[in-house]
């Protein structure tokens, strides 16, 4: 194994500006041989550019980037994997419909008599996995395997491909569950013993202090700090972090009970034994004006699924579901934002922003589908409507014409939520709406979501940290196998709720 003080990339004094936005300044990082190094901060704080630097997504404007000792120009991603840097992203870049064996070794099969060996294919894919500590059936087609599996065979497929040395881990956590979070764990430990430098970026901080050695904190495009794992306590590291100590955001954000509960009176919207079949079971639901309710569950409890009915992306083959007294008969995204119905979707990147329209473009969306095309907001308006929302949830954008896809994924998220609240809606469905962003805009969306509360709208959330269910509803709704088995409010602890997700007595 490679001495674990060699430096395998060392990056010195980097910056890299876009328009309008300094993205990295003065930033010093290094990489050892078999280490695995987290690097943390903020959404916006710098990380996302500075591995695009390293794998030759974007060249920096000043600063020198050392590979093995020896000072590089690193031209492209494919420079970069000759170089033995490999990138496994949040969104694994694989084909569902191809097999395992077929994804891990894609463009570099092996051939005989001008055919694709598939026997001699399949057997070097299971050879690669199983030195990574993994043993599946490489010939299952990746789209029916889990994400902790699709996570394996895009490192497997990295490893191949450029025989890396280091290899960069972009939230390869953000969708597995504990166990699948723990296999991955093994195969980075693994990789560390054999002189892989890993860099290891996630905003899951218990995971940080799990199979870190180092820890390297930006904020705001500058170098916080190197440190090492074991002297750094989780509450300076947050601190550092954030720019600003914990209590303070604590502070920002109204408690429930500061709050209340919901208003007596009619329900704002009734589910009566609303369900699809072979997505979610029948279930009930109030809703109240001025209510949160959370929805807790484990990934596939149908929590998702709820969220699609109440919004009509899908359509109930069973049950009934009224808002503000009428019978909901149509079931479809424009008729539930006529109905004053919004929905943040779990998936940002992929149902929420339109990347190459403009902040502006993306916020006037949804009002502009509600007044239709015929009606069409003038520049002046949207500006206006543009402006209120970048100011009122603090999106971090040079202006309003930026396009949205240069934003950090928590701004994005901003982005998204001012694109209901623009319609002012009177119910507003958050599914995962912190998901892989900062402590600090998580601390600005809760606030909101209990700001809005108090305004008299009602809120469904749903968030897989279940301490965030907590802190942000007055009623938890629990989800198991996509049937709803228990309902809690008041002073209900994490322990109880977990225990309804478990199933146990």
Known sequence: MAELSKEIVTMKGIYKSFVGVQALEDVDFTLNCGEIHALVGENGAGKSTLIKVLTGVEQPDAGTVMINQQKMTIRSPQHAQELGISTVYQETNLCPHLSVAENILIGREPMKWGFIDRKAMNEVARQIL????????????????????????????????????????????????????????????????????????????????????????????????????????????????????????????????????????????????????????????????????????????????????LFGIDKPDSGSMTINDEAVKDYSPLSSIVRGVALCPEDRKAAGIVGDLTVRENIILAMQANLGWFKYLSPQKQYEIADRYIDLLNIATPSADQPVKNLSGGNQQKVILARWLATNPQLLILDEPTRGIDVGTKAEIQKLVLSLAEEGKSCVFISSELDEVLRCSHRIMVLREQEKVGEFSGDVDEHTILHAIGGSE
Do not use: W
């Not at 043993?135 to 990746?142: A, C, F, I, P, S």
């Not at 408690?255 to 079971?281: C, F, M, P, W, Y």
């Open 130 to 309: 199983h030195g990574l500590g993994v043993n599946l059936d490489v010939t299952q087609t990746l789209g029916v395997c889990s994400v902790a599996i699709q996570q394996m065979a895009a490192i497997a497929r990295a490893l191949e491909i450029s025989s890396a040395k280091v290899l960069v881990l972009d939230e390869p956590t953000s969708s597995l569950d504990m166990n699948e979070a723990e296999q991955l764990f093994q195969v980075m430990h693994k990789l560390r013993k054999d002189g892989v430098g890993i860099i290891f970026i996630t905003h899951f901080l218990d995971q940080v202090y799990e199979v870190a050695e180092r820890i390297t904190v930006l904020r705001n495009g500058k170098l916080v700090g190197t440190y090492e794992t074991d002297t750094l306590p989780r509450m300076e590291l947050i601190t550092k972090m954030i720019g600003r100590s914990l209590a303070d955001y604590d502070n920002m954000i109204k408690t429930k009970s500061e709050i209340g509960q919901h208003i007596e009176g009619n329900a704002l919207l009734e589910a009566r034994d609303l369900g699809l079949t072979g997505s979610v079971e029948p279930f009930d639901l109030d809703l109240y004006a001025g209510e949160v309710v959370g929805l807790a569950g484990l990934l596939g409890s149908g929590r998702t699924e709820i969220a699609q009915l």
